[in-house]
Every structure is written in C-alpha cells, then in structure tokens.
C-alpha cells in the first residue's frame, strides 16, 4: 500500500469490525459499534493535529501546556452514511464543526453525482477530515475530496471504516496528497461494486432501511 494508506489494526478496532459484519447484527447493534469505532479511530486520525502552548493555572502553580492549535476541525461527512460515524467522532473532539457532502452513486456507471453541498466558513484555516464508512469504487471520495479541495482547508484526511482495493488505488491516484485511514482492507469488488467480504451496505444497516 502507498505512504498515506494507514491500516488501523489495534485488536479493540478489529473485534469491534469483525461484530459488524455479522449479516445477525441487528441495525441497533450495527449503529452503537460504528459509533465506538468512529471514536476509537479518531484518536489515530488526529494524532499529529498541530498544538500550541498555551499559559494555564493548576491548582498549584502556571504553567504551559498544548492544546489544539487554528480553528476548530471539521468532519465532513459523506451523506448519506458518513453521518453514522458522527456520534463516536464528536465524542472525541465534541467542539468540531460539521460538513456535510451530498453524492450519490449512478447505479450504471458507477460515477458519484453530487446534490447537496454545506462546510463551515474558513476553510483555509481549518483541518478537514473526509469520513464514509466504506471505500469502495472510490469516485464518490474522489468526487467528495476534489469539492473540499475547491475551497482550500489547511489540511485534509480520508476516514473509512472498509476499503476495496480498486477503491484505494483509484483514490491515491487522484488525492495522492490525502491520507486514508481504514480500519480494513478487504479483497475486492463484486460486479455491482460492493466490497467482498464487506459488511453489506453501511447505509441500509446504519439507518434500518433497503
């Protein structure tokens, strides 16, 4: 894989993702370990956010201390089932703002059409993290990446639970500046573009529906 493919592989992760795919996992159970996931992976996609020192009070003394530095970070979520990774990730980092991009997947050629798009002001200021549990054929995160690039964030992570491996050389060819960060790299695609072994659709199981 290339340099900015980061396979998250803590044990916690992979135990959660393997109760997932279970086909017997009902969409209550699939919602509350998506969310534990978002939360436990958000940790290893803000690892390197820059900090600065800051002057602070203990109980006892001042002293200096880091805290996030810039503008407060932005998920992006990739409608419509990035939005189940909200809940974990807000957990984490509770003041980011939200952004949401609208795109669908034209069921005959495979290619993303967008339909809503809404981001935080400033942009530039701000570090973005793209998030949709499943990278498969990869045009909707290229199509998704492409519009967030147009408005120029300080930086900018892809966050997915599964990801395909067509999906992931498609994506590094067009974004090869972007970090990915997945928690697995499945086999591949079937002839309807969905990932072997997978999970089935994240959308339908996060949200009950078919």
């Known amino acids: 894989m290339p340099a900015q493919v980061h396979h998250i592989t803590h044990p916690l992760v992979q135990h959660k993702l393997t109760l997932m795919r279970n086909k017997e996992a009902s969409s209550t159970t699939f919602r509350t370990l998506l969310g534990e996931l978002a939360m436990l992976m958000a940790y290893e996609v803000t690892r390197d ?35 189940g990774m909200l809940d974990g990730l807000l957990r984490v980092v509770p003041s980011a703002r939200i952004g949401h991009v609208g795109l669908y997947r034209d069921p005959q050629t495979l290619q993303a059409v967008e339909y809503f798009y809404k981001m935080p002001g400033d942009l530039t200021e701000r570090d973005v993290i793209a998030v949709d549990p499943m990278l498969a054929t990869g045009h909707s995160a290229v199509a ?59 959308g339908d199981r996060i949200f009950g529906t078919k």
């Not at 201390?65 to 810039?70: A, F, K, L, V």
């Not at 994506?171 to 960060?181: C, G, N, S």
């Open 49 to 83: 956010t820059p900090t600065q020192l800051v002057e602070i009070e203990t109980p006892l003394e001042k002293m200096m201390s880091p805290m996030i530095d810039g503008k407060k970070l932005v998920f992006a979520s990739i409608l419509r089932a990035g939005n």
């Open 144 to 202: 998704a990446l492409t519009r967030l690039k147009a408005d120029k964030p300080r930086s900018l992570k892809f966050l997915c639970l599964l990801a395909a491996p067509e999906g992931l050389k498609t994506l590094t060819a067009a974004h090869p500046d972007v970090p990915i960060y997945t928690a697995a790299i499945d086999r591949e695609l079937n002839d309807h573009g969905y990932i072997l072994p997978g999970l089935g659709d994240a």
